[in-house]
């Protein structure tokens, strides 16, 4: 292996929440005081605990060494890197610069989407489990979010249940579907026909599609991403799509993600709507970075990626199935996030959710509560870390957490 994901990464005084949930702004860290004798293991916020690529520090680096950093329009080469990726990554055809705009988070731009397609009080769909940022921020924002669950099959796959998914929209009288592909918190990777499947309702009932695909690089091996934009020529223009390169590379802290958007209108409106707060300005820095993570070295580094993140998952669903009898965990194709349901494994033990999530914690491992999700006595656990400290943690979980 080329690039390093075995080495455990020091990130203390590196301003990293991950490693200091004290500090964490967004009130979703695990509560709880580490005992004395364990150290902290990350397995929380989605935030991953390997060096990044080398080409991003050095694009970066290099940009910093000139010591003017004023007004700036995006490069060129920012576009063309860009479509070079989406082109090789997700086989997308057509894409020109005038398609892509930035936008300074994933999450910022789908509220943007929603104040064009939506009014205030207008019923939102979404799938169940949803992510916790659709679920805070959408609501204060002044929409109603109607979740239709995603079910298991009997090979424990999620699956959309399309009847039910129709029959909302019906009912609330919905245009506009926020969709998470690859899903999360369950990691499911959609395959085209579930798509079409999907988008033969959308286009039955006049609903706009606003699509986060923020985790469309992290597939895992055996899947692929299918952009929803590919489904159909109507889906290609009813479909508002939001990448960032900030999950695949970890840089959240750098901001910056960017919209795809084939259909005009909707186009010319979202970007003048983002452009409202005065606050959806680019950084210099953040572009020269997509760059650098765009790069065939990136390309390369995310490949090698996806295979350690597949072998952690691996080992992860077989720990849970092999030792921790009445929980629940489906193998997720895409991200690098589990979703755990501990239902079974509580009642049998008489013991709540809280008082499990906090004999992890005071062993060292930091995961985080799946109510967050509205999903009840679930936990989420992040496995972008070496091996030995995921392999480190279930061994610790066994030994304190899920005990008799």
Request: glycine content about 8%.
């Given at each position: 292996m080329k690039h390093d994901f075995t080495s455990i990464l020091d990130r203390t005084g590196m301003d990293a929440i991950a490693v200091a949930p004290w500090e964490d702004p967004y009130g979703i860290a695990p509560q709880g005081e580490i005992k004395d004798g364990f150290d902290l293991i990350p397995m929380w916020v989605a935030d991953m605990n390997f060096p990044t690529a080398p080409t991003i520090c050095e694009a970066v680096i290099q940009r910093a060494k000139h010591p003017a950093f004023g007004y700036f329009s995006p490069r060129k080469e920012y576009y063309s890197s860009i479509i070079r990726w989406q082109k090789t990554r997700n086989n997308v055809q057509g894409l020109e610069p005038r398609h892509i705009g930035y936008q300074n988070g994933v999450l910022g731009g789908v509220l943007s989407a929603l104040a064009v397609l939506c009014s205030a009080g207008d019923h939102v769909l979404v799938h169940a489990?949803?992510?916790?940022?659709?679920?805070?921020?959408?609501?204060?924002?002044?929409?109603?979010?109607?979740?239709?669950?995603?079910?298991?099959?009997?090979?424990g796959i999620w699956r959309m249940d399309y009847e039910d998914m129709e029959r909302k929209i019906k009912k609330y009288k919905i245009h506009t579907m926020i969709f998470c592909s690859p899903h999360n918190p369950t990691g499911r990777v959609w395959e085209r026909e579930e798509l079409e499947q999907a988008f033969e309702i959308f286009k039955r009932n006049d609903v706009f599609v606003i699509s986060d695909e923020i985790w469309s690089d992290l597939t895992l091996e055996g899947s692929t991403h299918i952009p929803l934009q590919s489904v159909s020529e109507d889906a290609r223009n009813r479909t508002v799509a939001f990448y960032a390169p900030s999950k695949t590379f970890n840089l959240a802290g750098l901001i910056g993600s960017y919209h795809i958007i084939y259909n005009d209108y909707l186009r010319a409106r979202i970007k003048r709507q983002s452009a409202l707060p005065a606050y959806n300005s680019m950084n210099v820095l953040s572009m020269h970075a997509l760059i650098g993570a765009y790069k065939q070295e990136g390309m390369e580094w995310v490949d090698e990626l996806r295979g350690v993140l597949t072998g952690n998952v691996d080992y992860a669903c077989d720990f849970i199935w092999n030792h921790f009898k009445g929980v629940d965990v489906s193998k997720p194709q895409g991200t690098y996030m589990l979703l755990l349901d501990c239902g079974e494994w509580l009642r049998e033990h008489h013991k709540t959710i809280d008082e499990l999530l906090l004999a992890g914690v005071e062993v060292g491992v930091l995961w985080q509560d799946g109510r967050q999700f509205n999903r009840p006595d679930s936990i989420r656990m992040n496995l972008a870390l070496p091996l030995t400290r995921v392999k480190e943690a279930f061994d610790r979980l066994e030994k304190y957490a899920f005990v008799d």
């Amino acid at each position: 292996m080329k690039h390093d994901f075995t080495s455990i990464l020091d990130r203390t005084g590196m301003d990293a929440i991950a490693v200091a949930p004290w500090e964490d702004p967004y009130g979703i860290a695990p509560q709880g005081e580490i005992k004395d004798g364990f150290d902290l293991i990350p397995m929380w916020v989605a935030d991953m605990n390997f060096p990044t690529a080398p080409t991003i520090c050095e694009a970066v680096i290099q940009r910093a060494k000139h010591p003017a950093f004023g007004y700036f329009s995006p490069r060129k080469e920012y576009y063309s890197s860009i479509i070079r990726w989406q082109k090789t990554r997700n086989n997308v055809q057509g894409l020109e610069p005038r398609h892509i705009g930035y936008q300074n988070g994933v999450l910022g731009g789908v509220l943007s989407a929603l104040a064009v397609l939506c009014s205030a009080g207008d019923h939102v769909l979404v799938h169940a489990p949803t992510y916790v940022g659709f679920l805070e921020e959408v609501g204060e924002a002044g929409y109603h979010l109607i979740g239709s669950e995603l079910v298991k099959d009997q090979d424990g796959i999620w699956r959309m249940d399309y009847e039910d998914m129709e029959r909302k929209i019906k009912k609330y009288k919905i245009h506009t579907m926020i969709f998470c592909s690859p899903h999360n918190p369950t990691g499911r990777v959609w395959e085209r026909e579930e798509l079409e499947q999907a988008f033969e309702i959308f286009k039955r009932n006049d609903v706009f599609v606003i699509s986060d695909e923020i985790w469309s690089d992290l597939t895992l091996e055996g899947s692929t991403h299918i952009p929803l934009q590919s489904v159909s020529e109507d889906a290609r223009n009813r479909t508002v799509a939001f990448y960032a390169p900030s999950k695949t590379f970890n840089l959240a802290g750098l901001i910056g993600s960017y919209h795809i958007i084939y259909n005009d209108y909707l186009r010319a409106r979202i970007k003048r709507q983002s452009a409202l707060p005065a606050y959806n300005s680019m950084n210099v820095l953040s572009m020269h970075a997509l760059i650098g993570a765009y790069k065939q070295e990136g390309m390369e580094w995310v490949d090698e990626l996806r295979g350690v993140l597949t072998g952690n998952v691996d080992y992860a669903c077989d720990f849970i199935w092999n030792h921790f009898k009445g929980v629940d965990v489906s193998k997720p194709q895409g991200t690098y996030m589990l979703l755990l349901d501990c239902g079974e494994w509580l009642r049998e033990h008489h013991k709540t959710i809280d008082e499990l999530l906090l004999a992890g914690v005071e062993v060292g491992v930091l995961w985080q509560d799946g109510r967050q999700f509205n999903r009840p006595d679930s936990i989420r656990m992040n496995l972008a870390l070496p091996l030995t400290r995921v392999k480190e943690a279930f061994d610790r979980l066994e030994k304190y957490a899920f005990v008799d």
